[in-house]
């Protein structure tokens, strides 16, 4: 008792470092995702393009609140100085050595696209829709990135950044930094492979929600379950889509650094196709002789059916909610500011822990159809699945404890944190000054990718 009296006034005089986006920005995406929805479905648009504009309905205010009301164009970490822009004339060979560097990258994602036939032939996502997206946006990005380079250059504090390391060792100028190359190739990396996919999901979930009749959903509560938590992945959607899309600068949304460990990108891959090895048939599939909780829970009482569908859909709220969280940041494998409110006061891995939770109520993989052998089989699957996603997390925290606000946001975590502090108990573990140190295990480091750091 007196150790938790202890950490409740400590919790009072030690404030919760400050996050990266404020509340607000979140809550302006989802009203105008919001809004769109009912126009939609007021409307009957379940289109592709309609699921479209509702990525630009939830961005722009997302974009108009950061800019006018948080001001982030302001602040340090965007590089920019925007009181004293340089003439044209200072730039411009640096600006066209840039410009040479991020055609080259986009010709790269391009001929990855093309050449990689999963890409064109999958049942899991519509990913020709993803590349016809890219197709269309193709010629609009070579335009638009001259002008915005040339302006962007006049204010940036140092424009030598990772595409111009790269335009001038291919146009064999002198001063390239090769860490700053590999980290470019990295975000960009990031960048084509999530946005290629989440363009290809976006269609699905805002179609199937759109055409829902709410009456019909009202009366039933397992319908009314499902159709909750399908909102809510429409909300995940729309947000990662546009956190991947706006890795602007002047939006103070920039991708600092990409995870340069092998191990992290292994971890997240394996979660999403064409490499995900959950998927039925997969090295990770926990579905032989599975059946949904509806399925195991038919014929019971209403109250039951309805406790267990509010319970998933909670899950789902705090899954979409870590994505609503991060407003115009969100991105896997990046350090793009670190995030300290939402759910991210309560836990530092608050997605994955509420997504496996998820998983493991709403497929029951320890009951089987087939025996209880394939329901043993499935549980042991599904908790090595689990372990997957901790792995994923412990190498995202080692990437991002390069990050001084990181650092001490994991050390307030450590100590005041709901969920660290429930295990700790569980465990009987108490929380240490500096929280959890550093993982000590090895780890693969990306050829070029600088040494860990702090």
């Not at 950490?7 to 509340?23: D, G, I, M, Q």
């Not at 600006?95 to 064109?120: E, N, P």
């Not at 038919?298 to 991060?326: D, E, N, Q």
């Not at 089987?368 to 499935?378: H, L, M, Q, S, Y």
Request: hydrophobic share 50%.
């Amino acid at each position: 008792m007196y150790h938790d009296r202890a950490l409740a006034a400590r919790a009072k005089a030690e404030p919760r470092p400050r996050s990266a986006v404020s509340h607000g920005v979140g809550l302006a995406g989802l009203a105008g995702l919001t809004a769109w929805m009912a126009v939609a479905h007021r409307f009957g648009m379940d289109g592709p393009y309609a699921a479209l504009v509702n990525v630009l309905a939830c961005a722009l205010p997302m974009v108009l609140w950061s800019l006018l009301v948080d001001k982030v164009h302001r602040n340090p970490s965007t590089g920019i100085d925007w009181a004293m822009p340089r003439p044209w004339r200072e730039t411009i060979d640096l600006s066209v050595t840039k410009l040479v560097g991020l055609w080259l990258t986009w010709g790269a994602l391009a001929a990855v696209y093309a050449a990689g036939r999963f890409w064109w032939n999958t049942d899991y996502a519509d990913f020709p829709f993803a590349l016809w997206c890219f197709g269309m946006a193709s010629p609009l990005l070579f335009l638009g990135s001259i002008p915005y380079v040339l302006w962007i250059d006049r204010r940036l504090i140092e424009p030598r950044d990772g595409a111009w390391s790269l335009g001038a060792w291919a146009m064999g100028q002198k001063g390239w930094n090769a860490e700053a190359i590999w980290n470019h190739l990295r975000s960009w990396a990031v960048k084509g492979f999530f946005l290629a996919f989440m363009l290809a999901v976006v269609p699905i979930g805002f179609a199937e929600l759109v055409s829902t009749d709410p009456r019909a959903v009202l009366g039933d509560p397992v319908r009314l379950a499902g159709t909750l938590v399908g909102f809510m992945f429409v909300v995940d959607v729309a947000f990662a889509t546009a956190g991947y899309i706006l890795t602007f600068r002047p939006l103070d949304a920039h991708i600092r650094t990409a995870n340069p460990y092998a191990a992290g990108w292994t971890a997240a891959l394996i979660c999403y196709p064409p490499f995900v090895l959950m998927r039925e048939g997969g090295a990770l599939d926990y579905h032989t002789g599975a059946a949904e909780w509806t399925w195991w829970m038919s014929g019971a009482p209403a109250w039951l059916l309805a406790g267990w569908g509010m319970m998933l859909a909670v899950l789902t709220a705090i899954y979409a909610w870590a994505t609503v969280a991060f407003g115009l940041r969100f991105s896997n494998l990046t350090n793009r500011g670190v995030i300290t409110h939402g759910p991210y006061a309560w836990s530092r891995h608050p997605a994955y822990l509420s997504k496996n939770l998820f998983w493991w109520l709403s497929s029951m993989p320890f009951l089987a159809t087939t025996g209880w052998v394939d329901g043993i089989r499935n549980a042991a699957v599904m908790g090595v699945v689990s372990g997957v996603y901790y792995w994923r997390a412990r190498t995202e925290e080692r990437h991002l404890r390069a990050d001084p606000v990181y650092r001490d946001y994991d050390a307030w975590m450590a100590r005041h944190g709901v969920v660290p502090r429930v295990f700790g108990r569980i465990f009987n573990r108490h929380p240490r000054e500096g929280g959890d140190p550093e993982p000590q295990a090895t780890a693969l480091v990306i050829p070029g990718s600088p040494p860990s750091r702090g």
